[in-house]
């Protein structure tokens, strides 16, 4: 694996995965990353486009053939016994010798190719491995989502338990116990729905590498342990080196290539023949030689160059356009990565406890009667839900690190959040 595609895979695996440690049911990021590159048949069918372009390279870069010829002149003629009394054969070996650097040129623009291959190889393993992080991190989400669904069911099944305590004890009417049995069923599709989705996401990552059928059922990982990430004018500088604005560098090598070549065509080729002549006429040899050359090759090459400028100096807007665009991207993903990771920490830092401290007075003031089923039941969904807001807001400022790393192809993290 390349330098530049290791690191970003290294840049991935710290974002997504503090732990790597895996059962037999449970993988990482690291080998979904291995089994995606192992059998995806985006990256394997490089391997032949390669072929493809060394082929054609080795064709455009050979010298002129050599050309073998026979000619026979004055056969028959008028009033002749025999049609070849009189004839001349000539037997002449003949080929082009080329000037100005065409075959230099012509090598130079299938080197270009080659390279340009080369980037787009890398440039496509690196928005492979960005799918696979993505598609890990939905599997991650939704089993977090699954696990938040499995602790509201236990606790709605145990406000069943105090409602019914309390409908025995005559303390409150049969309408809570049943509300409460409602809301155990309302969590239970929840979870079951979360289920569904988590297997999906399963499925979804394990096509990644031509899997039907997953060998496994989690993954490995924790959606809340967001990183640090460079500051926004370090990625500018990072961006430089990106695959999508380095493959102008390698459109320009292929475009410069082209422009030398139409130049070289101002340059005369030089035809030559030479060869031995047979006159049957008295049985002799002769040496024959000729040379010509084309006229106005420079006029003709004109257009060619002006193309081949033209298209070079396009390409310095191209690459103007599209860094904006970058850049643009850039400062959008890192504002919402910013604003996805403050809304964790504040999460962690003030929702989560106050809502389950008033969970817990809830609980304690509905066993002792001082609180309706209803708001003990509120204060309940609204902390799961906090909780899930969480999850989503940590999967939201994932996205975004994703799309930071994809877009500079190089590792940015720091260290990792408290």
């Not at 026979?72 to 000539?90: H, M, Y």
């Not at 696979?132 to 989400?141: I, K, N, P, S």
Request: hydrophobic share 45%.
């Amino acid at each position: 694996m390349p330098v530049r595609p290791a690191a970003f895979v290294a840049a991935l695996m710290l974002c997504c995965a503090p732990a790597w440690s895996q059962t037999s049911r449970t993988i990482s990021l690291e080998t979904a990353f291995t089994r995606t590159l192992e059998n995806h048949p985006d990256l394997a069918r490089f391997e032949p486009l390669r072929e493809m372009t060394l082929a054609q390279a080795e064709a455009e870069t050979q010298r002129p053939p050599l050309r073998l010829g026979l000619e026979v002149e004055n056969a028959p003629r008028s009033e002749q016994d025999s049609a070849f009394d009189t004839a001349e054969t000539t037997l002449s070996l003949a080929s082009v010798i080329e000037t100005g650097g065409k075959r230099e040129a012509r090598r130079a623009v299938a080197d270009a190719r080659l390279g340009a291959l080369t980037l787009e190889q890398e440039q496509r393993r690196a928005d492979l491995l960005a799918e696979v992080a993505r598609r890990y991190l939905d599997l991650l989400a939704a089993q977090s989502l699954v696990e938040i669904a499995d602790r509201e069911v236990t606790q709605r099944e145990s406000m069943v338990e105090a409602a019914h305590k309390r409908l025995r004890a005559g303390a409150s009417p049969e309408s809570v116990s049943l509300a409460a049995e409602a809301g155990v069923a309302r969590a239970r599709l929840l979870r079951d729905r979360s289920e569904a989705q988590r297997q999906a996401a399963t499925r979804r990552l394990a096509i990644l590498w031509n899997s039907r059928e997953p060998g496994f059922d989690r993954v490995s990982g924790d959606p809340l342990a967001l990183p640090r990430i460079a500051s926004l004018d370090e990625l500018h500088a990072l961006l430089e080196s990106s695959p999508e604005l380095r493959r102008f560098a390698d459109e320009a090598r292929i475009r410069e290539a082209r422009l030398q070549l139409a130049r070289s065509g101002r340059s005369l080729d030089i035809e030559w023949s030479a060869g031995v002549r047979r006159l049957e006429e008295d049985g002799s040899w002769a040496a024959v030689a000729a040379v010509s050359v084309p006229l106005g090759s420079a006029r003709r090459a004109e257009p060619g160059i002006r193309a081949a400028q033209a298209e070079l100096a396009a390409l310095s807007l191209e690459r103007e356009s599209a860094t904006l665009s970058l850049e643009a991207t850039l400062i959008e993903a890192h504002l919402r990565f910013s604003g996805a990771s403050a809304e964790v920490r504040a999460a962690r830092a003030e929702v989560l406890p106050k809502l389950e401290a008033a969970e817990r007075a809830a609980e304690r003031a509905f066993r002792a009667g001082a609180l309706t089923h209803l708001e003990w039941s509120q204060v309940r969904t609204e902390s799961f839900a906090a909780h899930r807001e969480q999850v989503l807001a940590a999967v939201e400022a994932r996205r975004a690190l994703i799309e930071i790393q994809r877009l500079t192809g190089m590792p940015f993290i720091s260290g990792s959040q408290p």
